[in-house]
């Protein structure tokens, strides 16, 4: 009972800080909607700002969120600390030398590199993203560092700086858009963009990813021994290398799809289309990152030290019970953003109209289960050693988007609106399929045969969750109407709403959280 209470406990944690850093997430999507609104500065920013995230993801980023927390949890079960910091070391080393490199290499590509991704966008536009490219390239290596250290303080079930971690980078940007909007404004087009107002997006954005990584530093510091190496324990490189390939792969086609979204907006509507999903995007991951990741995160070291000491019946239920619960937490999220789709678009706006932003968020809505179980079951297979089959449930999700991302092209869809709806379709579609590959993958890997739980608690679960969303959704736009149209109406429906939805949802769960999922 005791380590129940703890990981329920660490689930809080993670909950409380994750809600605050998303939070302080979405204040930062607003503070950039008051900054420059939907236009193409917008646009261009959001596209420059994304290309050094997925590079590094493509790189490194998936195998290290493969590969660490297993690996620094085995040596943690063995109390082999000496081994443990070695490791440390070599991934260390490692990533960045593979991440300076790249950095440099996006620095003198940048302009190639926007040109295509902007398509048929002005001279001035093509060169603000250029510049704000070059600067935002020498983030790569910090998003190397902030997935070993996050990496090392989950597997050592310290869960506190890496969910604050976002938090403290957020508090930083906001202060960089709040700073651009009294200076600049948002009404403006790239060429009249001046460089000192360039200078203090690009630097800005970069010092909030120098806190998001360093941060965690000295926390490391204290459980490691750090120093510079290449290599690793014998042996261990090669299992470094397997998990971390799976990694890899299963980011590149997360990534791919990605990039496609990103060309998608961009080529088949106007320069603010990518903003505005970008918008959307960011009210979507609040309620996935709140009610399901934190049960992810805080059960995957469990399970990853339950496979090294070789206990089949707790680890199967850790996978079975867990499961059960993202999966619900995640339809949770799904029905949230959906039934408050309208009053987060009216907020996130700040009297500028972003065109579509509520259609791509009820489009993509469904997408959140498969966000949520792809996240928990890709983590659950890298402990059972089967990385083979992340590779194949993601590619299956991501790749189904990108098909339909084609097909949105073949059957002719233009314009903001449709292809904000293609776009959240697209993404929907692929997360669900994702489900069931991942789904039928867990069941193999574990040997369990109820993954999410008995068929009556599901049922039961699913149940409350539909009416309790049916009831919001339509007395969610009845309170906004009552209310006024405002942001404090607005803001007044959103909570309604989520009390519809989320108080019997936990009135139900409340239980399992403890006794049947965690226990």
Not at 13 to 22: D, K, Q
Not at 160 to 176: F, K, Q, R
Not at 353 to 372: K, N, T, W
């Amino acid at each position: 009972m005791k380590k129940a209470s703890s990981v329920v406990g660490a689930a809080g944690i993670i909950a409380l800080l994750t809600l605050c850093s998303r939070f302080m997430g979405l204040v930062r999507k607003l503070a950039q909607s008051w900054a420059m609104s939907d236009g193409a500065v917008a646009g261009t920013y959001d596209t420059a700002n994304t290309v050094p995230n997925v590079l590094f993801e493509v790189a490194a980023g998936g195998a290290l969120a493969g590969a660490v927390i297993p690996i620094v949890s085995r040596f943690i079960a063995r109390k082999l600390q000496t081994e443990e910091s070695q490791t440390v070391s070599a991934l260390i080393t490692w990533i960045l030398t593979v991440s300076i490199p790249l950095a440099f290499l996006v620095i003198v590509c940048a302009q190639p590199i926007i040109g295509f991704l902007v398509g048929d966008a002005p001279e001035a536009q093509i060169a603000l993203g250029t510049s704000l490219l070059r600067m935002f390239a020498l983030q790569i290596p910090l998003y190397g560092l902030s997935v070993v250290f996050s990496g090392v303080l989950q597997a050592h079930k310290l869960f506190v700086l890496p969910a604050l971690a976002p938090l403290l980078s957020s508090i930083i940007v906001i202060g960089v858009f709040v700073w651009y909007a009294l200076a600049v404004g948002p009404n403006i087009a790239p060429v009249e963009v001046t460089s000192g107002a360039v200078a203090l997006l690009g630097w800005g954005t970069t010092a909030g990813v120098v806190i998001f990584s360093l941060v965690q530093l000295p926390a490391v510091i204290k459980l490691v021994n750090i120093r510079l190496t290449w290599r690793f324990r014998p042996g261990l490189g090669r299992e470094t290398v397997r998990l971390g390939g799976a990694g890899l792969a299963a980011l590149f086609a997360q990534q791919f799809a990605l990039i496609c979204v990103m060309y998608s907006t961009n080529a088949l509507s106007d320069a603010g289309t990518f903003a505005a999903f970008n918008y959307a995007y960011a009210i979507f991951m609040v309620p996935y990152a709140v009610l399901a990741v934190p049960i992810a995160t805080a059960v995957f070291p469990r399970i990853s030290e339950a496979c090294e000491l070789g206990d089949t019946q707790k680890v199967q239920n850790l996978v079975c019970r867990s499961t059960y619960l993202v999966f619900v937490m995640g339809t949770v999220a799904a029905v949230l953003i959906a039934t408050l789709s309208v009053p987060a678009k009216t907020v996130v706006e700040l009297g500028n109209p972003i065109i579509g932003l509520d259609i791509a968020l009820q489009s993509m809505a469904l997408g959140a289960i498969g966000f949520s179980i792809l996240y928990h079951g890709a983590r659950v297979l890298y402990a059972l050693g089967r990385p083979q089959l992340v590779v194949l449930s993601n590619s299956i999700a991501w790749f189904t988007v990108v098909l339909f991302l084609l097909a949105g092209y073949a059957i002719g869809i233009h314009g903001r609106e449709m292809t904000l709806l293609w776009v959240g379709i697209a993404l929907s579609m692929g997360m669900t399929t994702g489900v069931v590959a991942i789904v039928v993958a867990l069941r193999r890997a574990s040997g369990a045969r109820r993954v999410l739980g008995d068929r009556r608690s599901l049922t039961l679960a699913l149940g409350v969750v539909g009416v309790a969303g049916t009831v919001a959704w339509f007395v969610v736009p009845a309170v906004q109407k009552t209310c006024g149209n405002g942001i404090g109406g607005a803001f007044i429906a959103a909570c309604v709403g989520a009390v519809i939805v989320l108080g019997p949802v936990l009135a139900l769960l409340g239980k399992d959280i403890k006794k049947k999922v965690l226990s």
